[in-house]
C-alpha cells in the first residue's frame, strides 16, 4: 500500500504542471486539468465506440502526460525537436513509476508507449480527444492577446481521418476556432 500511496502523493505535482492553455477565468491550465477533461470527455464519447476497450482508453487518458510531471510541458506550438520530447518523456514516466509495484509500473509503462506509438485503435482515440480537449481548451480559454489560433486548425490532424465520428468530431472543435479567430 505504501507504494501506491507514494505515487499518488508524487504525482500530485501534475496539479502544478502548467500548460499553455488558459481558462475561461484567465488563470493557466494545469496537465492534471488536462487529464481530468481528456479522461471525462474520452469516458462519455466511448459510448459511440463500442468496439474500444473502455478501462484502456480511461487509464490512457488519466497517463497519457505523466511524462510531463519533471520536465513541464512543452508546448506543440513552440513545435519542439519530437524525438528528443519523447526520450525525455520516457524517462520522466519511468522515474514516477519506479516505486510501483513491477506489474502495475509496466503498465504505466505500456500505455504511455502505446499511447505515444499511435497504433491500436484505443491509442489514435485518446491521441484524437487529446488533441481535440487542447483545441477546445483553447477556445474556450481567456488567452493572451497574441494567442495563435490559427494553429488549432492544422494541429493534430493526422488522428482523426480514419474513423468518420472522429472526423465530425474534428468538423465540430473546428468549427469552435473558426468563431474564435473571428473575435477582436
Known sequence: MKEYLDFIKEVEGLKSTLRTAWTVSGR???TAEHSWRLALGAAVLCHEFPELDREKVMLM???HDLGELYS???SAALRPDAGKKHDQEQR?????VAGLPGA???EIISL???YNQAR???ARFVKAMDKAETILQHSQGENPPDFDYGFNLSYGKEYYGQDG???KLRELVDKETRERMKEP
Open 28 to 30: 493557466q491550465e494545469s
Open 61 to 63: 487518458c488519466l497517463v
Open 72 to 74: 513541464g510541458d512543452v
Open 92 to 96: 520522466d514516466v519511468a522515474k514516477a
Open 104 to 106: 502495475c509500473a509496466e
Open 112 to 114: 504511455c508507449e502505446e
Open 120 to 122: 491500436t485503435p484505443e
Open 165 to 167: 465520428r472522429l472526423t
